[in-house]
């Protein structure tokens, strides 16, 4: 367990961290700004309750999740505006008449040795905040959170198969991003 005070220096360390992670999940400055202090005032009130079974960066990343969840519940429940996926259009030229790939994927030298690299995900960063809102959000949920089909659904008023089209198209876009500004820029060091 940690002390309170120590507790508090601790928690004002993690917070850039955490304000990176919320940011790049709820694509709003101020949503993600508010995620985070509830995650802090969470840590906080139940600062008792950490056992350091885990780090203290884990049960912060564990305890936000839930606060974007419950931020993606309320906005769910609100309508968006200006929520549009103009996008598609870019998606669409990726493909031929018959469905196909205009031009092949390029081969990636080394995805192991990108992923241990920081500027990797700052790309990936940029990356996902480039997908349409709901095509992120769907992305975001599965893959970062591990939600099932079926609650990514609920959490966004979609069918299943429209949930599969936003995540075949997340990673599709994703894939296509990541080889313009990482892949073939180099590998960055």
């Known amino acids: 367990m940690v002390a309170p005070d120590s507790l508090q220096a601790e928690l004002e360390q993690q917070r850039s961290y955490l304000l990176r992670y919320a940011m790049l999940q709820l694509r709003n400055q101020t949503a993600a700004e508010d995620a985070v202090q509830e995650t802090l005032l969470a840590a906080i009130e139940g600062g008792h309750r950490f056992a350091s079974q885990s780090s203290l960066g884990t049960w912060l990343v564990g305890i936000l999740k839930h606060k974007i ?3 993606l519940r309320r906005q769910a429940r609100e309508p968006l505006l200006g ?3 103009d996008d598609e259009d870019d998606l669409e030229r990726m493909f031929d008449a018959t469905g196909h790939f205009s031009a092949a994927p390029q081969t990636w030298a080394s995805p192991e040795a990108s992923f241990e ?3 990797f995900f700052e790309a990936f960063e940029q990356c996902v905040k480039g997908l349409p809102a709901k095509t ?3 992305f975001i949920l ?3 959170h591990g939600l099932e089909t079926a609650e990514i659904c609920k959490e966004l008023g979609i069918s299943t198969s429209n949930c599969w089209v936003l995540l ?3 990673r599709t876009a994703l894939r296509l991003c990541l080889e313009k500004c990482w892949f073939t820029a180099g590998q960055k060091a």
């Open 83 to 85: 929520a549009g996926e």
């Open 168 to 170: 075949y198209r997340a």
């Open 142 to 144: 599965r893959e970062m």
């Open 136 to 138: 992120a959000r769907a």
């Open 69 to 71: 969840i419950d931020h």
């Open 117 to 119: 690299q920081k500027k």
